[in-house]
């Protein structure tokens, strides 16, 4: 059993910021890519920021256009956590967002995992 717990979603201000952390436990050997999610009401599904676990070299981050420069993803693999820190925050960012990880298990087996969701509310 792998879980993700999400938090640091609340509500601000735009143009202010948030955190959030995602904490994977369970039974883990290790974490390959982490990312966070978004899809509010009426909206599509979008890929809000995703990084690798390189190791020995750099991780790799990708970031969806619309935040871009605002919205900066990180991970701390002795914590099992990646964070999203969200800057120049916009209503249009208010959404319940959703951290998702691939992992292997101390079994080995590798399994996709999605945590409960945290919601941002940015008002105007």
């Known amino acids: 059993q792998v879980q993700l717990v999400e938090s640091g979603g609340g509500l601000v201000q735009a143009g202010g910021s948030l955190r959030l952390s995602c904490e994977a436990s369970?039974?883990?050997?290790?974490?390959?890519?982490m990312g966070w999610y978004r899809q509010a009401p009426g909206k599509q599904h979008e890929l809000v920021a995703s990084i690798t676990n390189n190791l020995n070299t750099n991780y790799a981050t990708n970031y969806a256009d619309s935040v871009k420069g605002r919205f900066t993803i990180s991970r701390d693999n002795a914590k099992n956590t990646v964070y999203l820190q969200m800057n120049s925050l916009k209503p249009e960012d208010t959404d319940v967002y959703y951290c998702?990880?691939?992992?292997?298990?101390?079994?080995?087996?590798?399994?996709?995992?999605w945590g409960q969701g945290t919601l941002v509310t940015v008002s105007s």
């Open positions: 369970g039974s883990i050997f290790s974490i390959d890519d």
């Open positions: 998702n990880a691939n992992v292997v298990q101390t079994s080995r087996a590798m399994v996709e995992v």
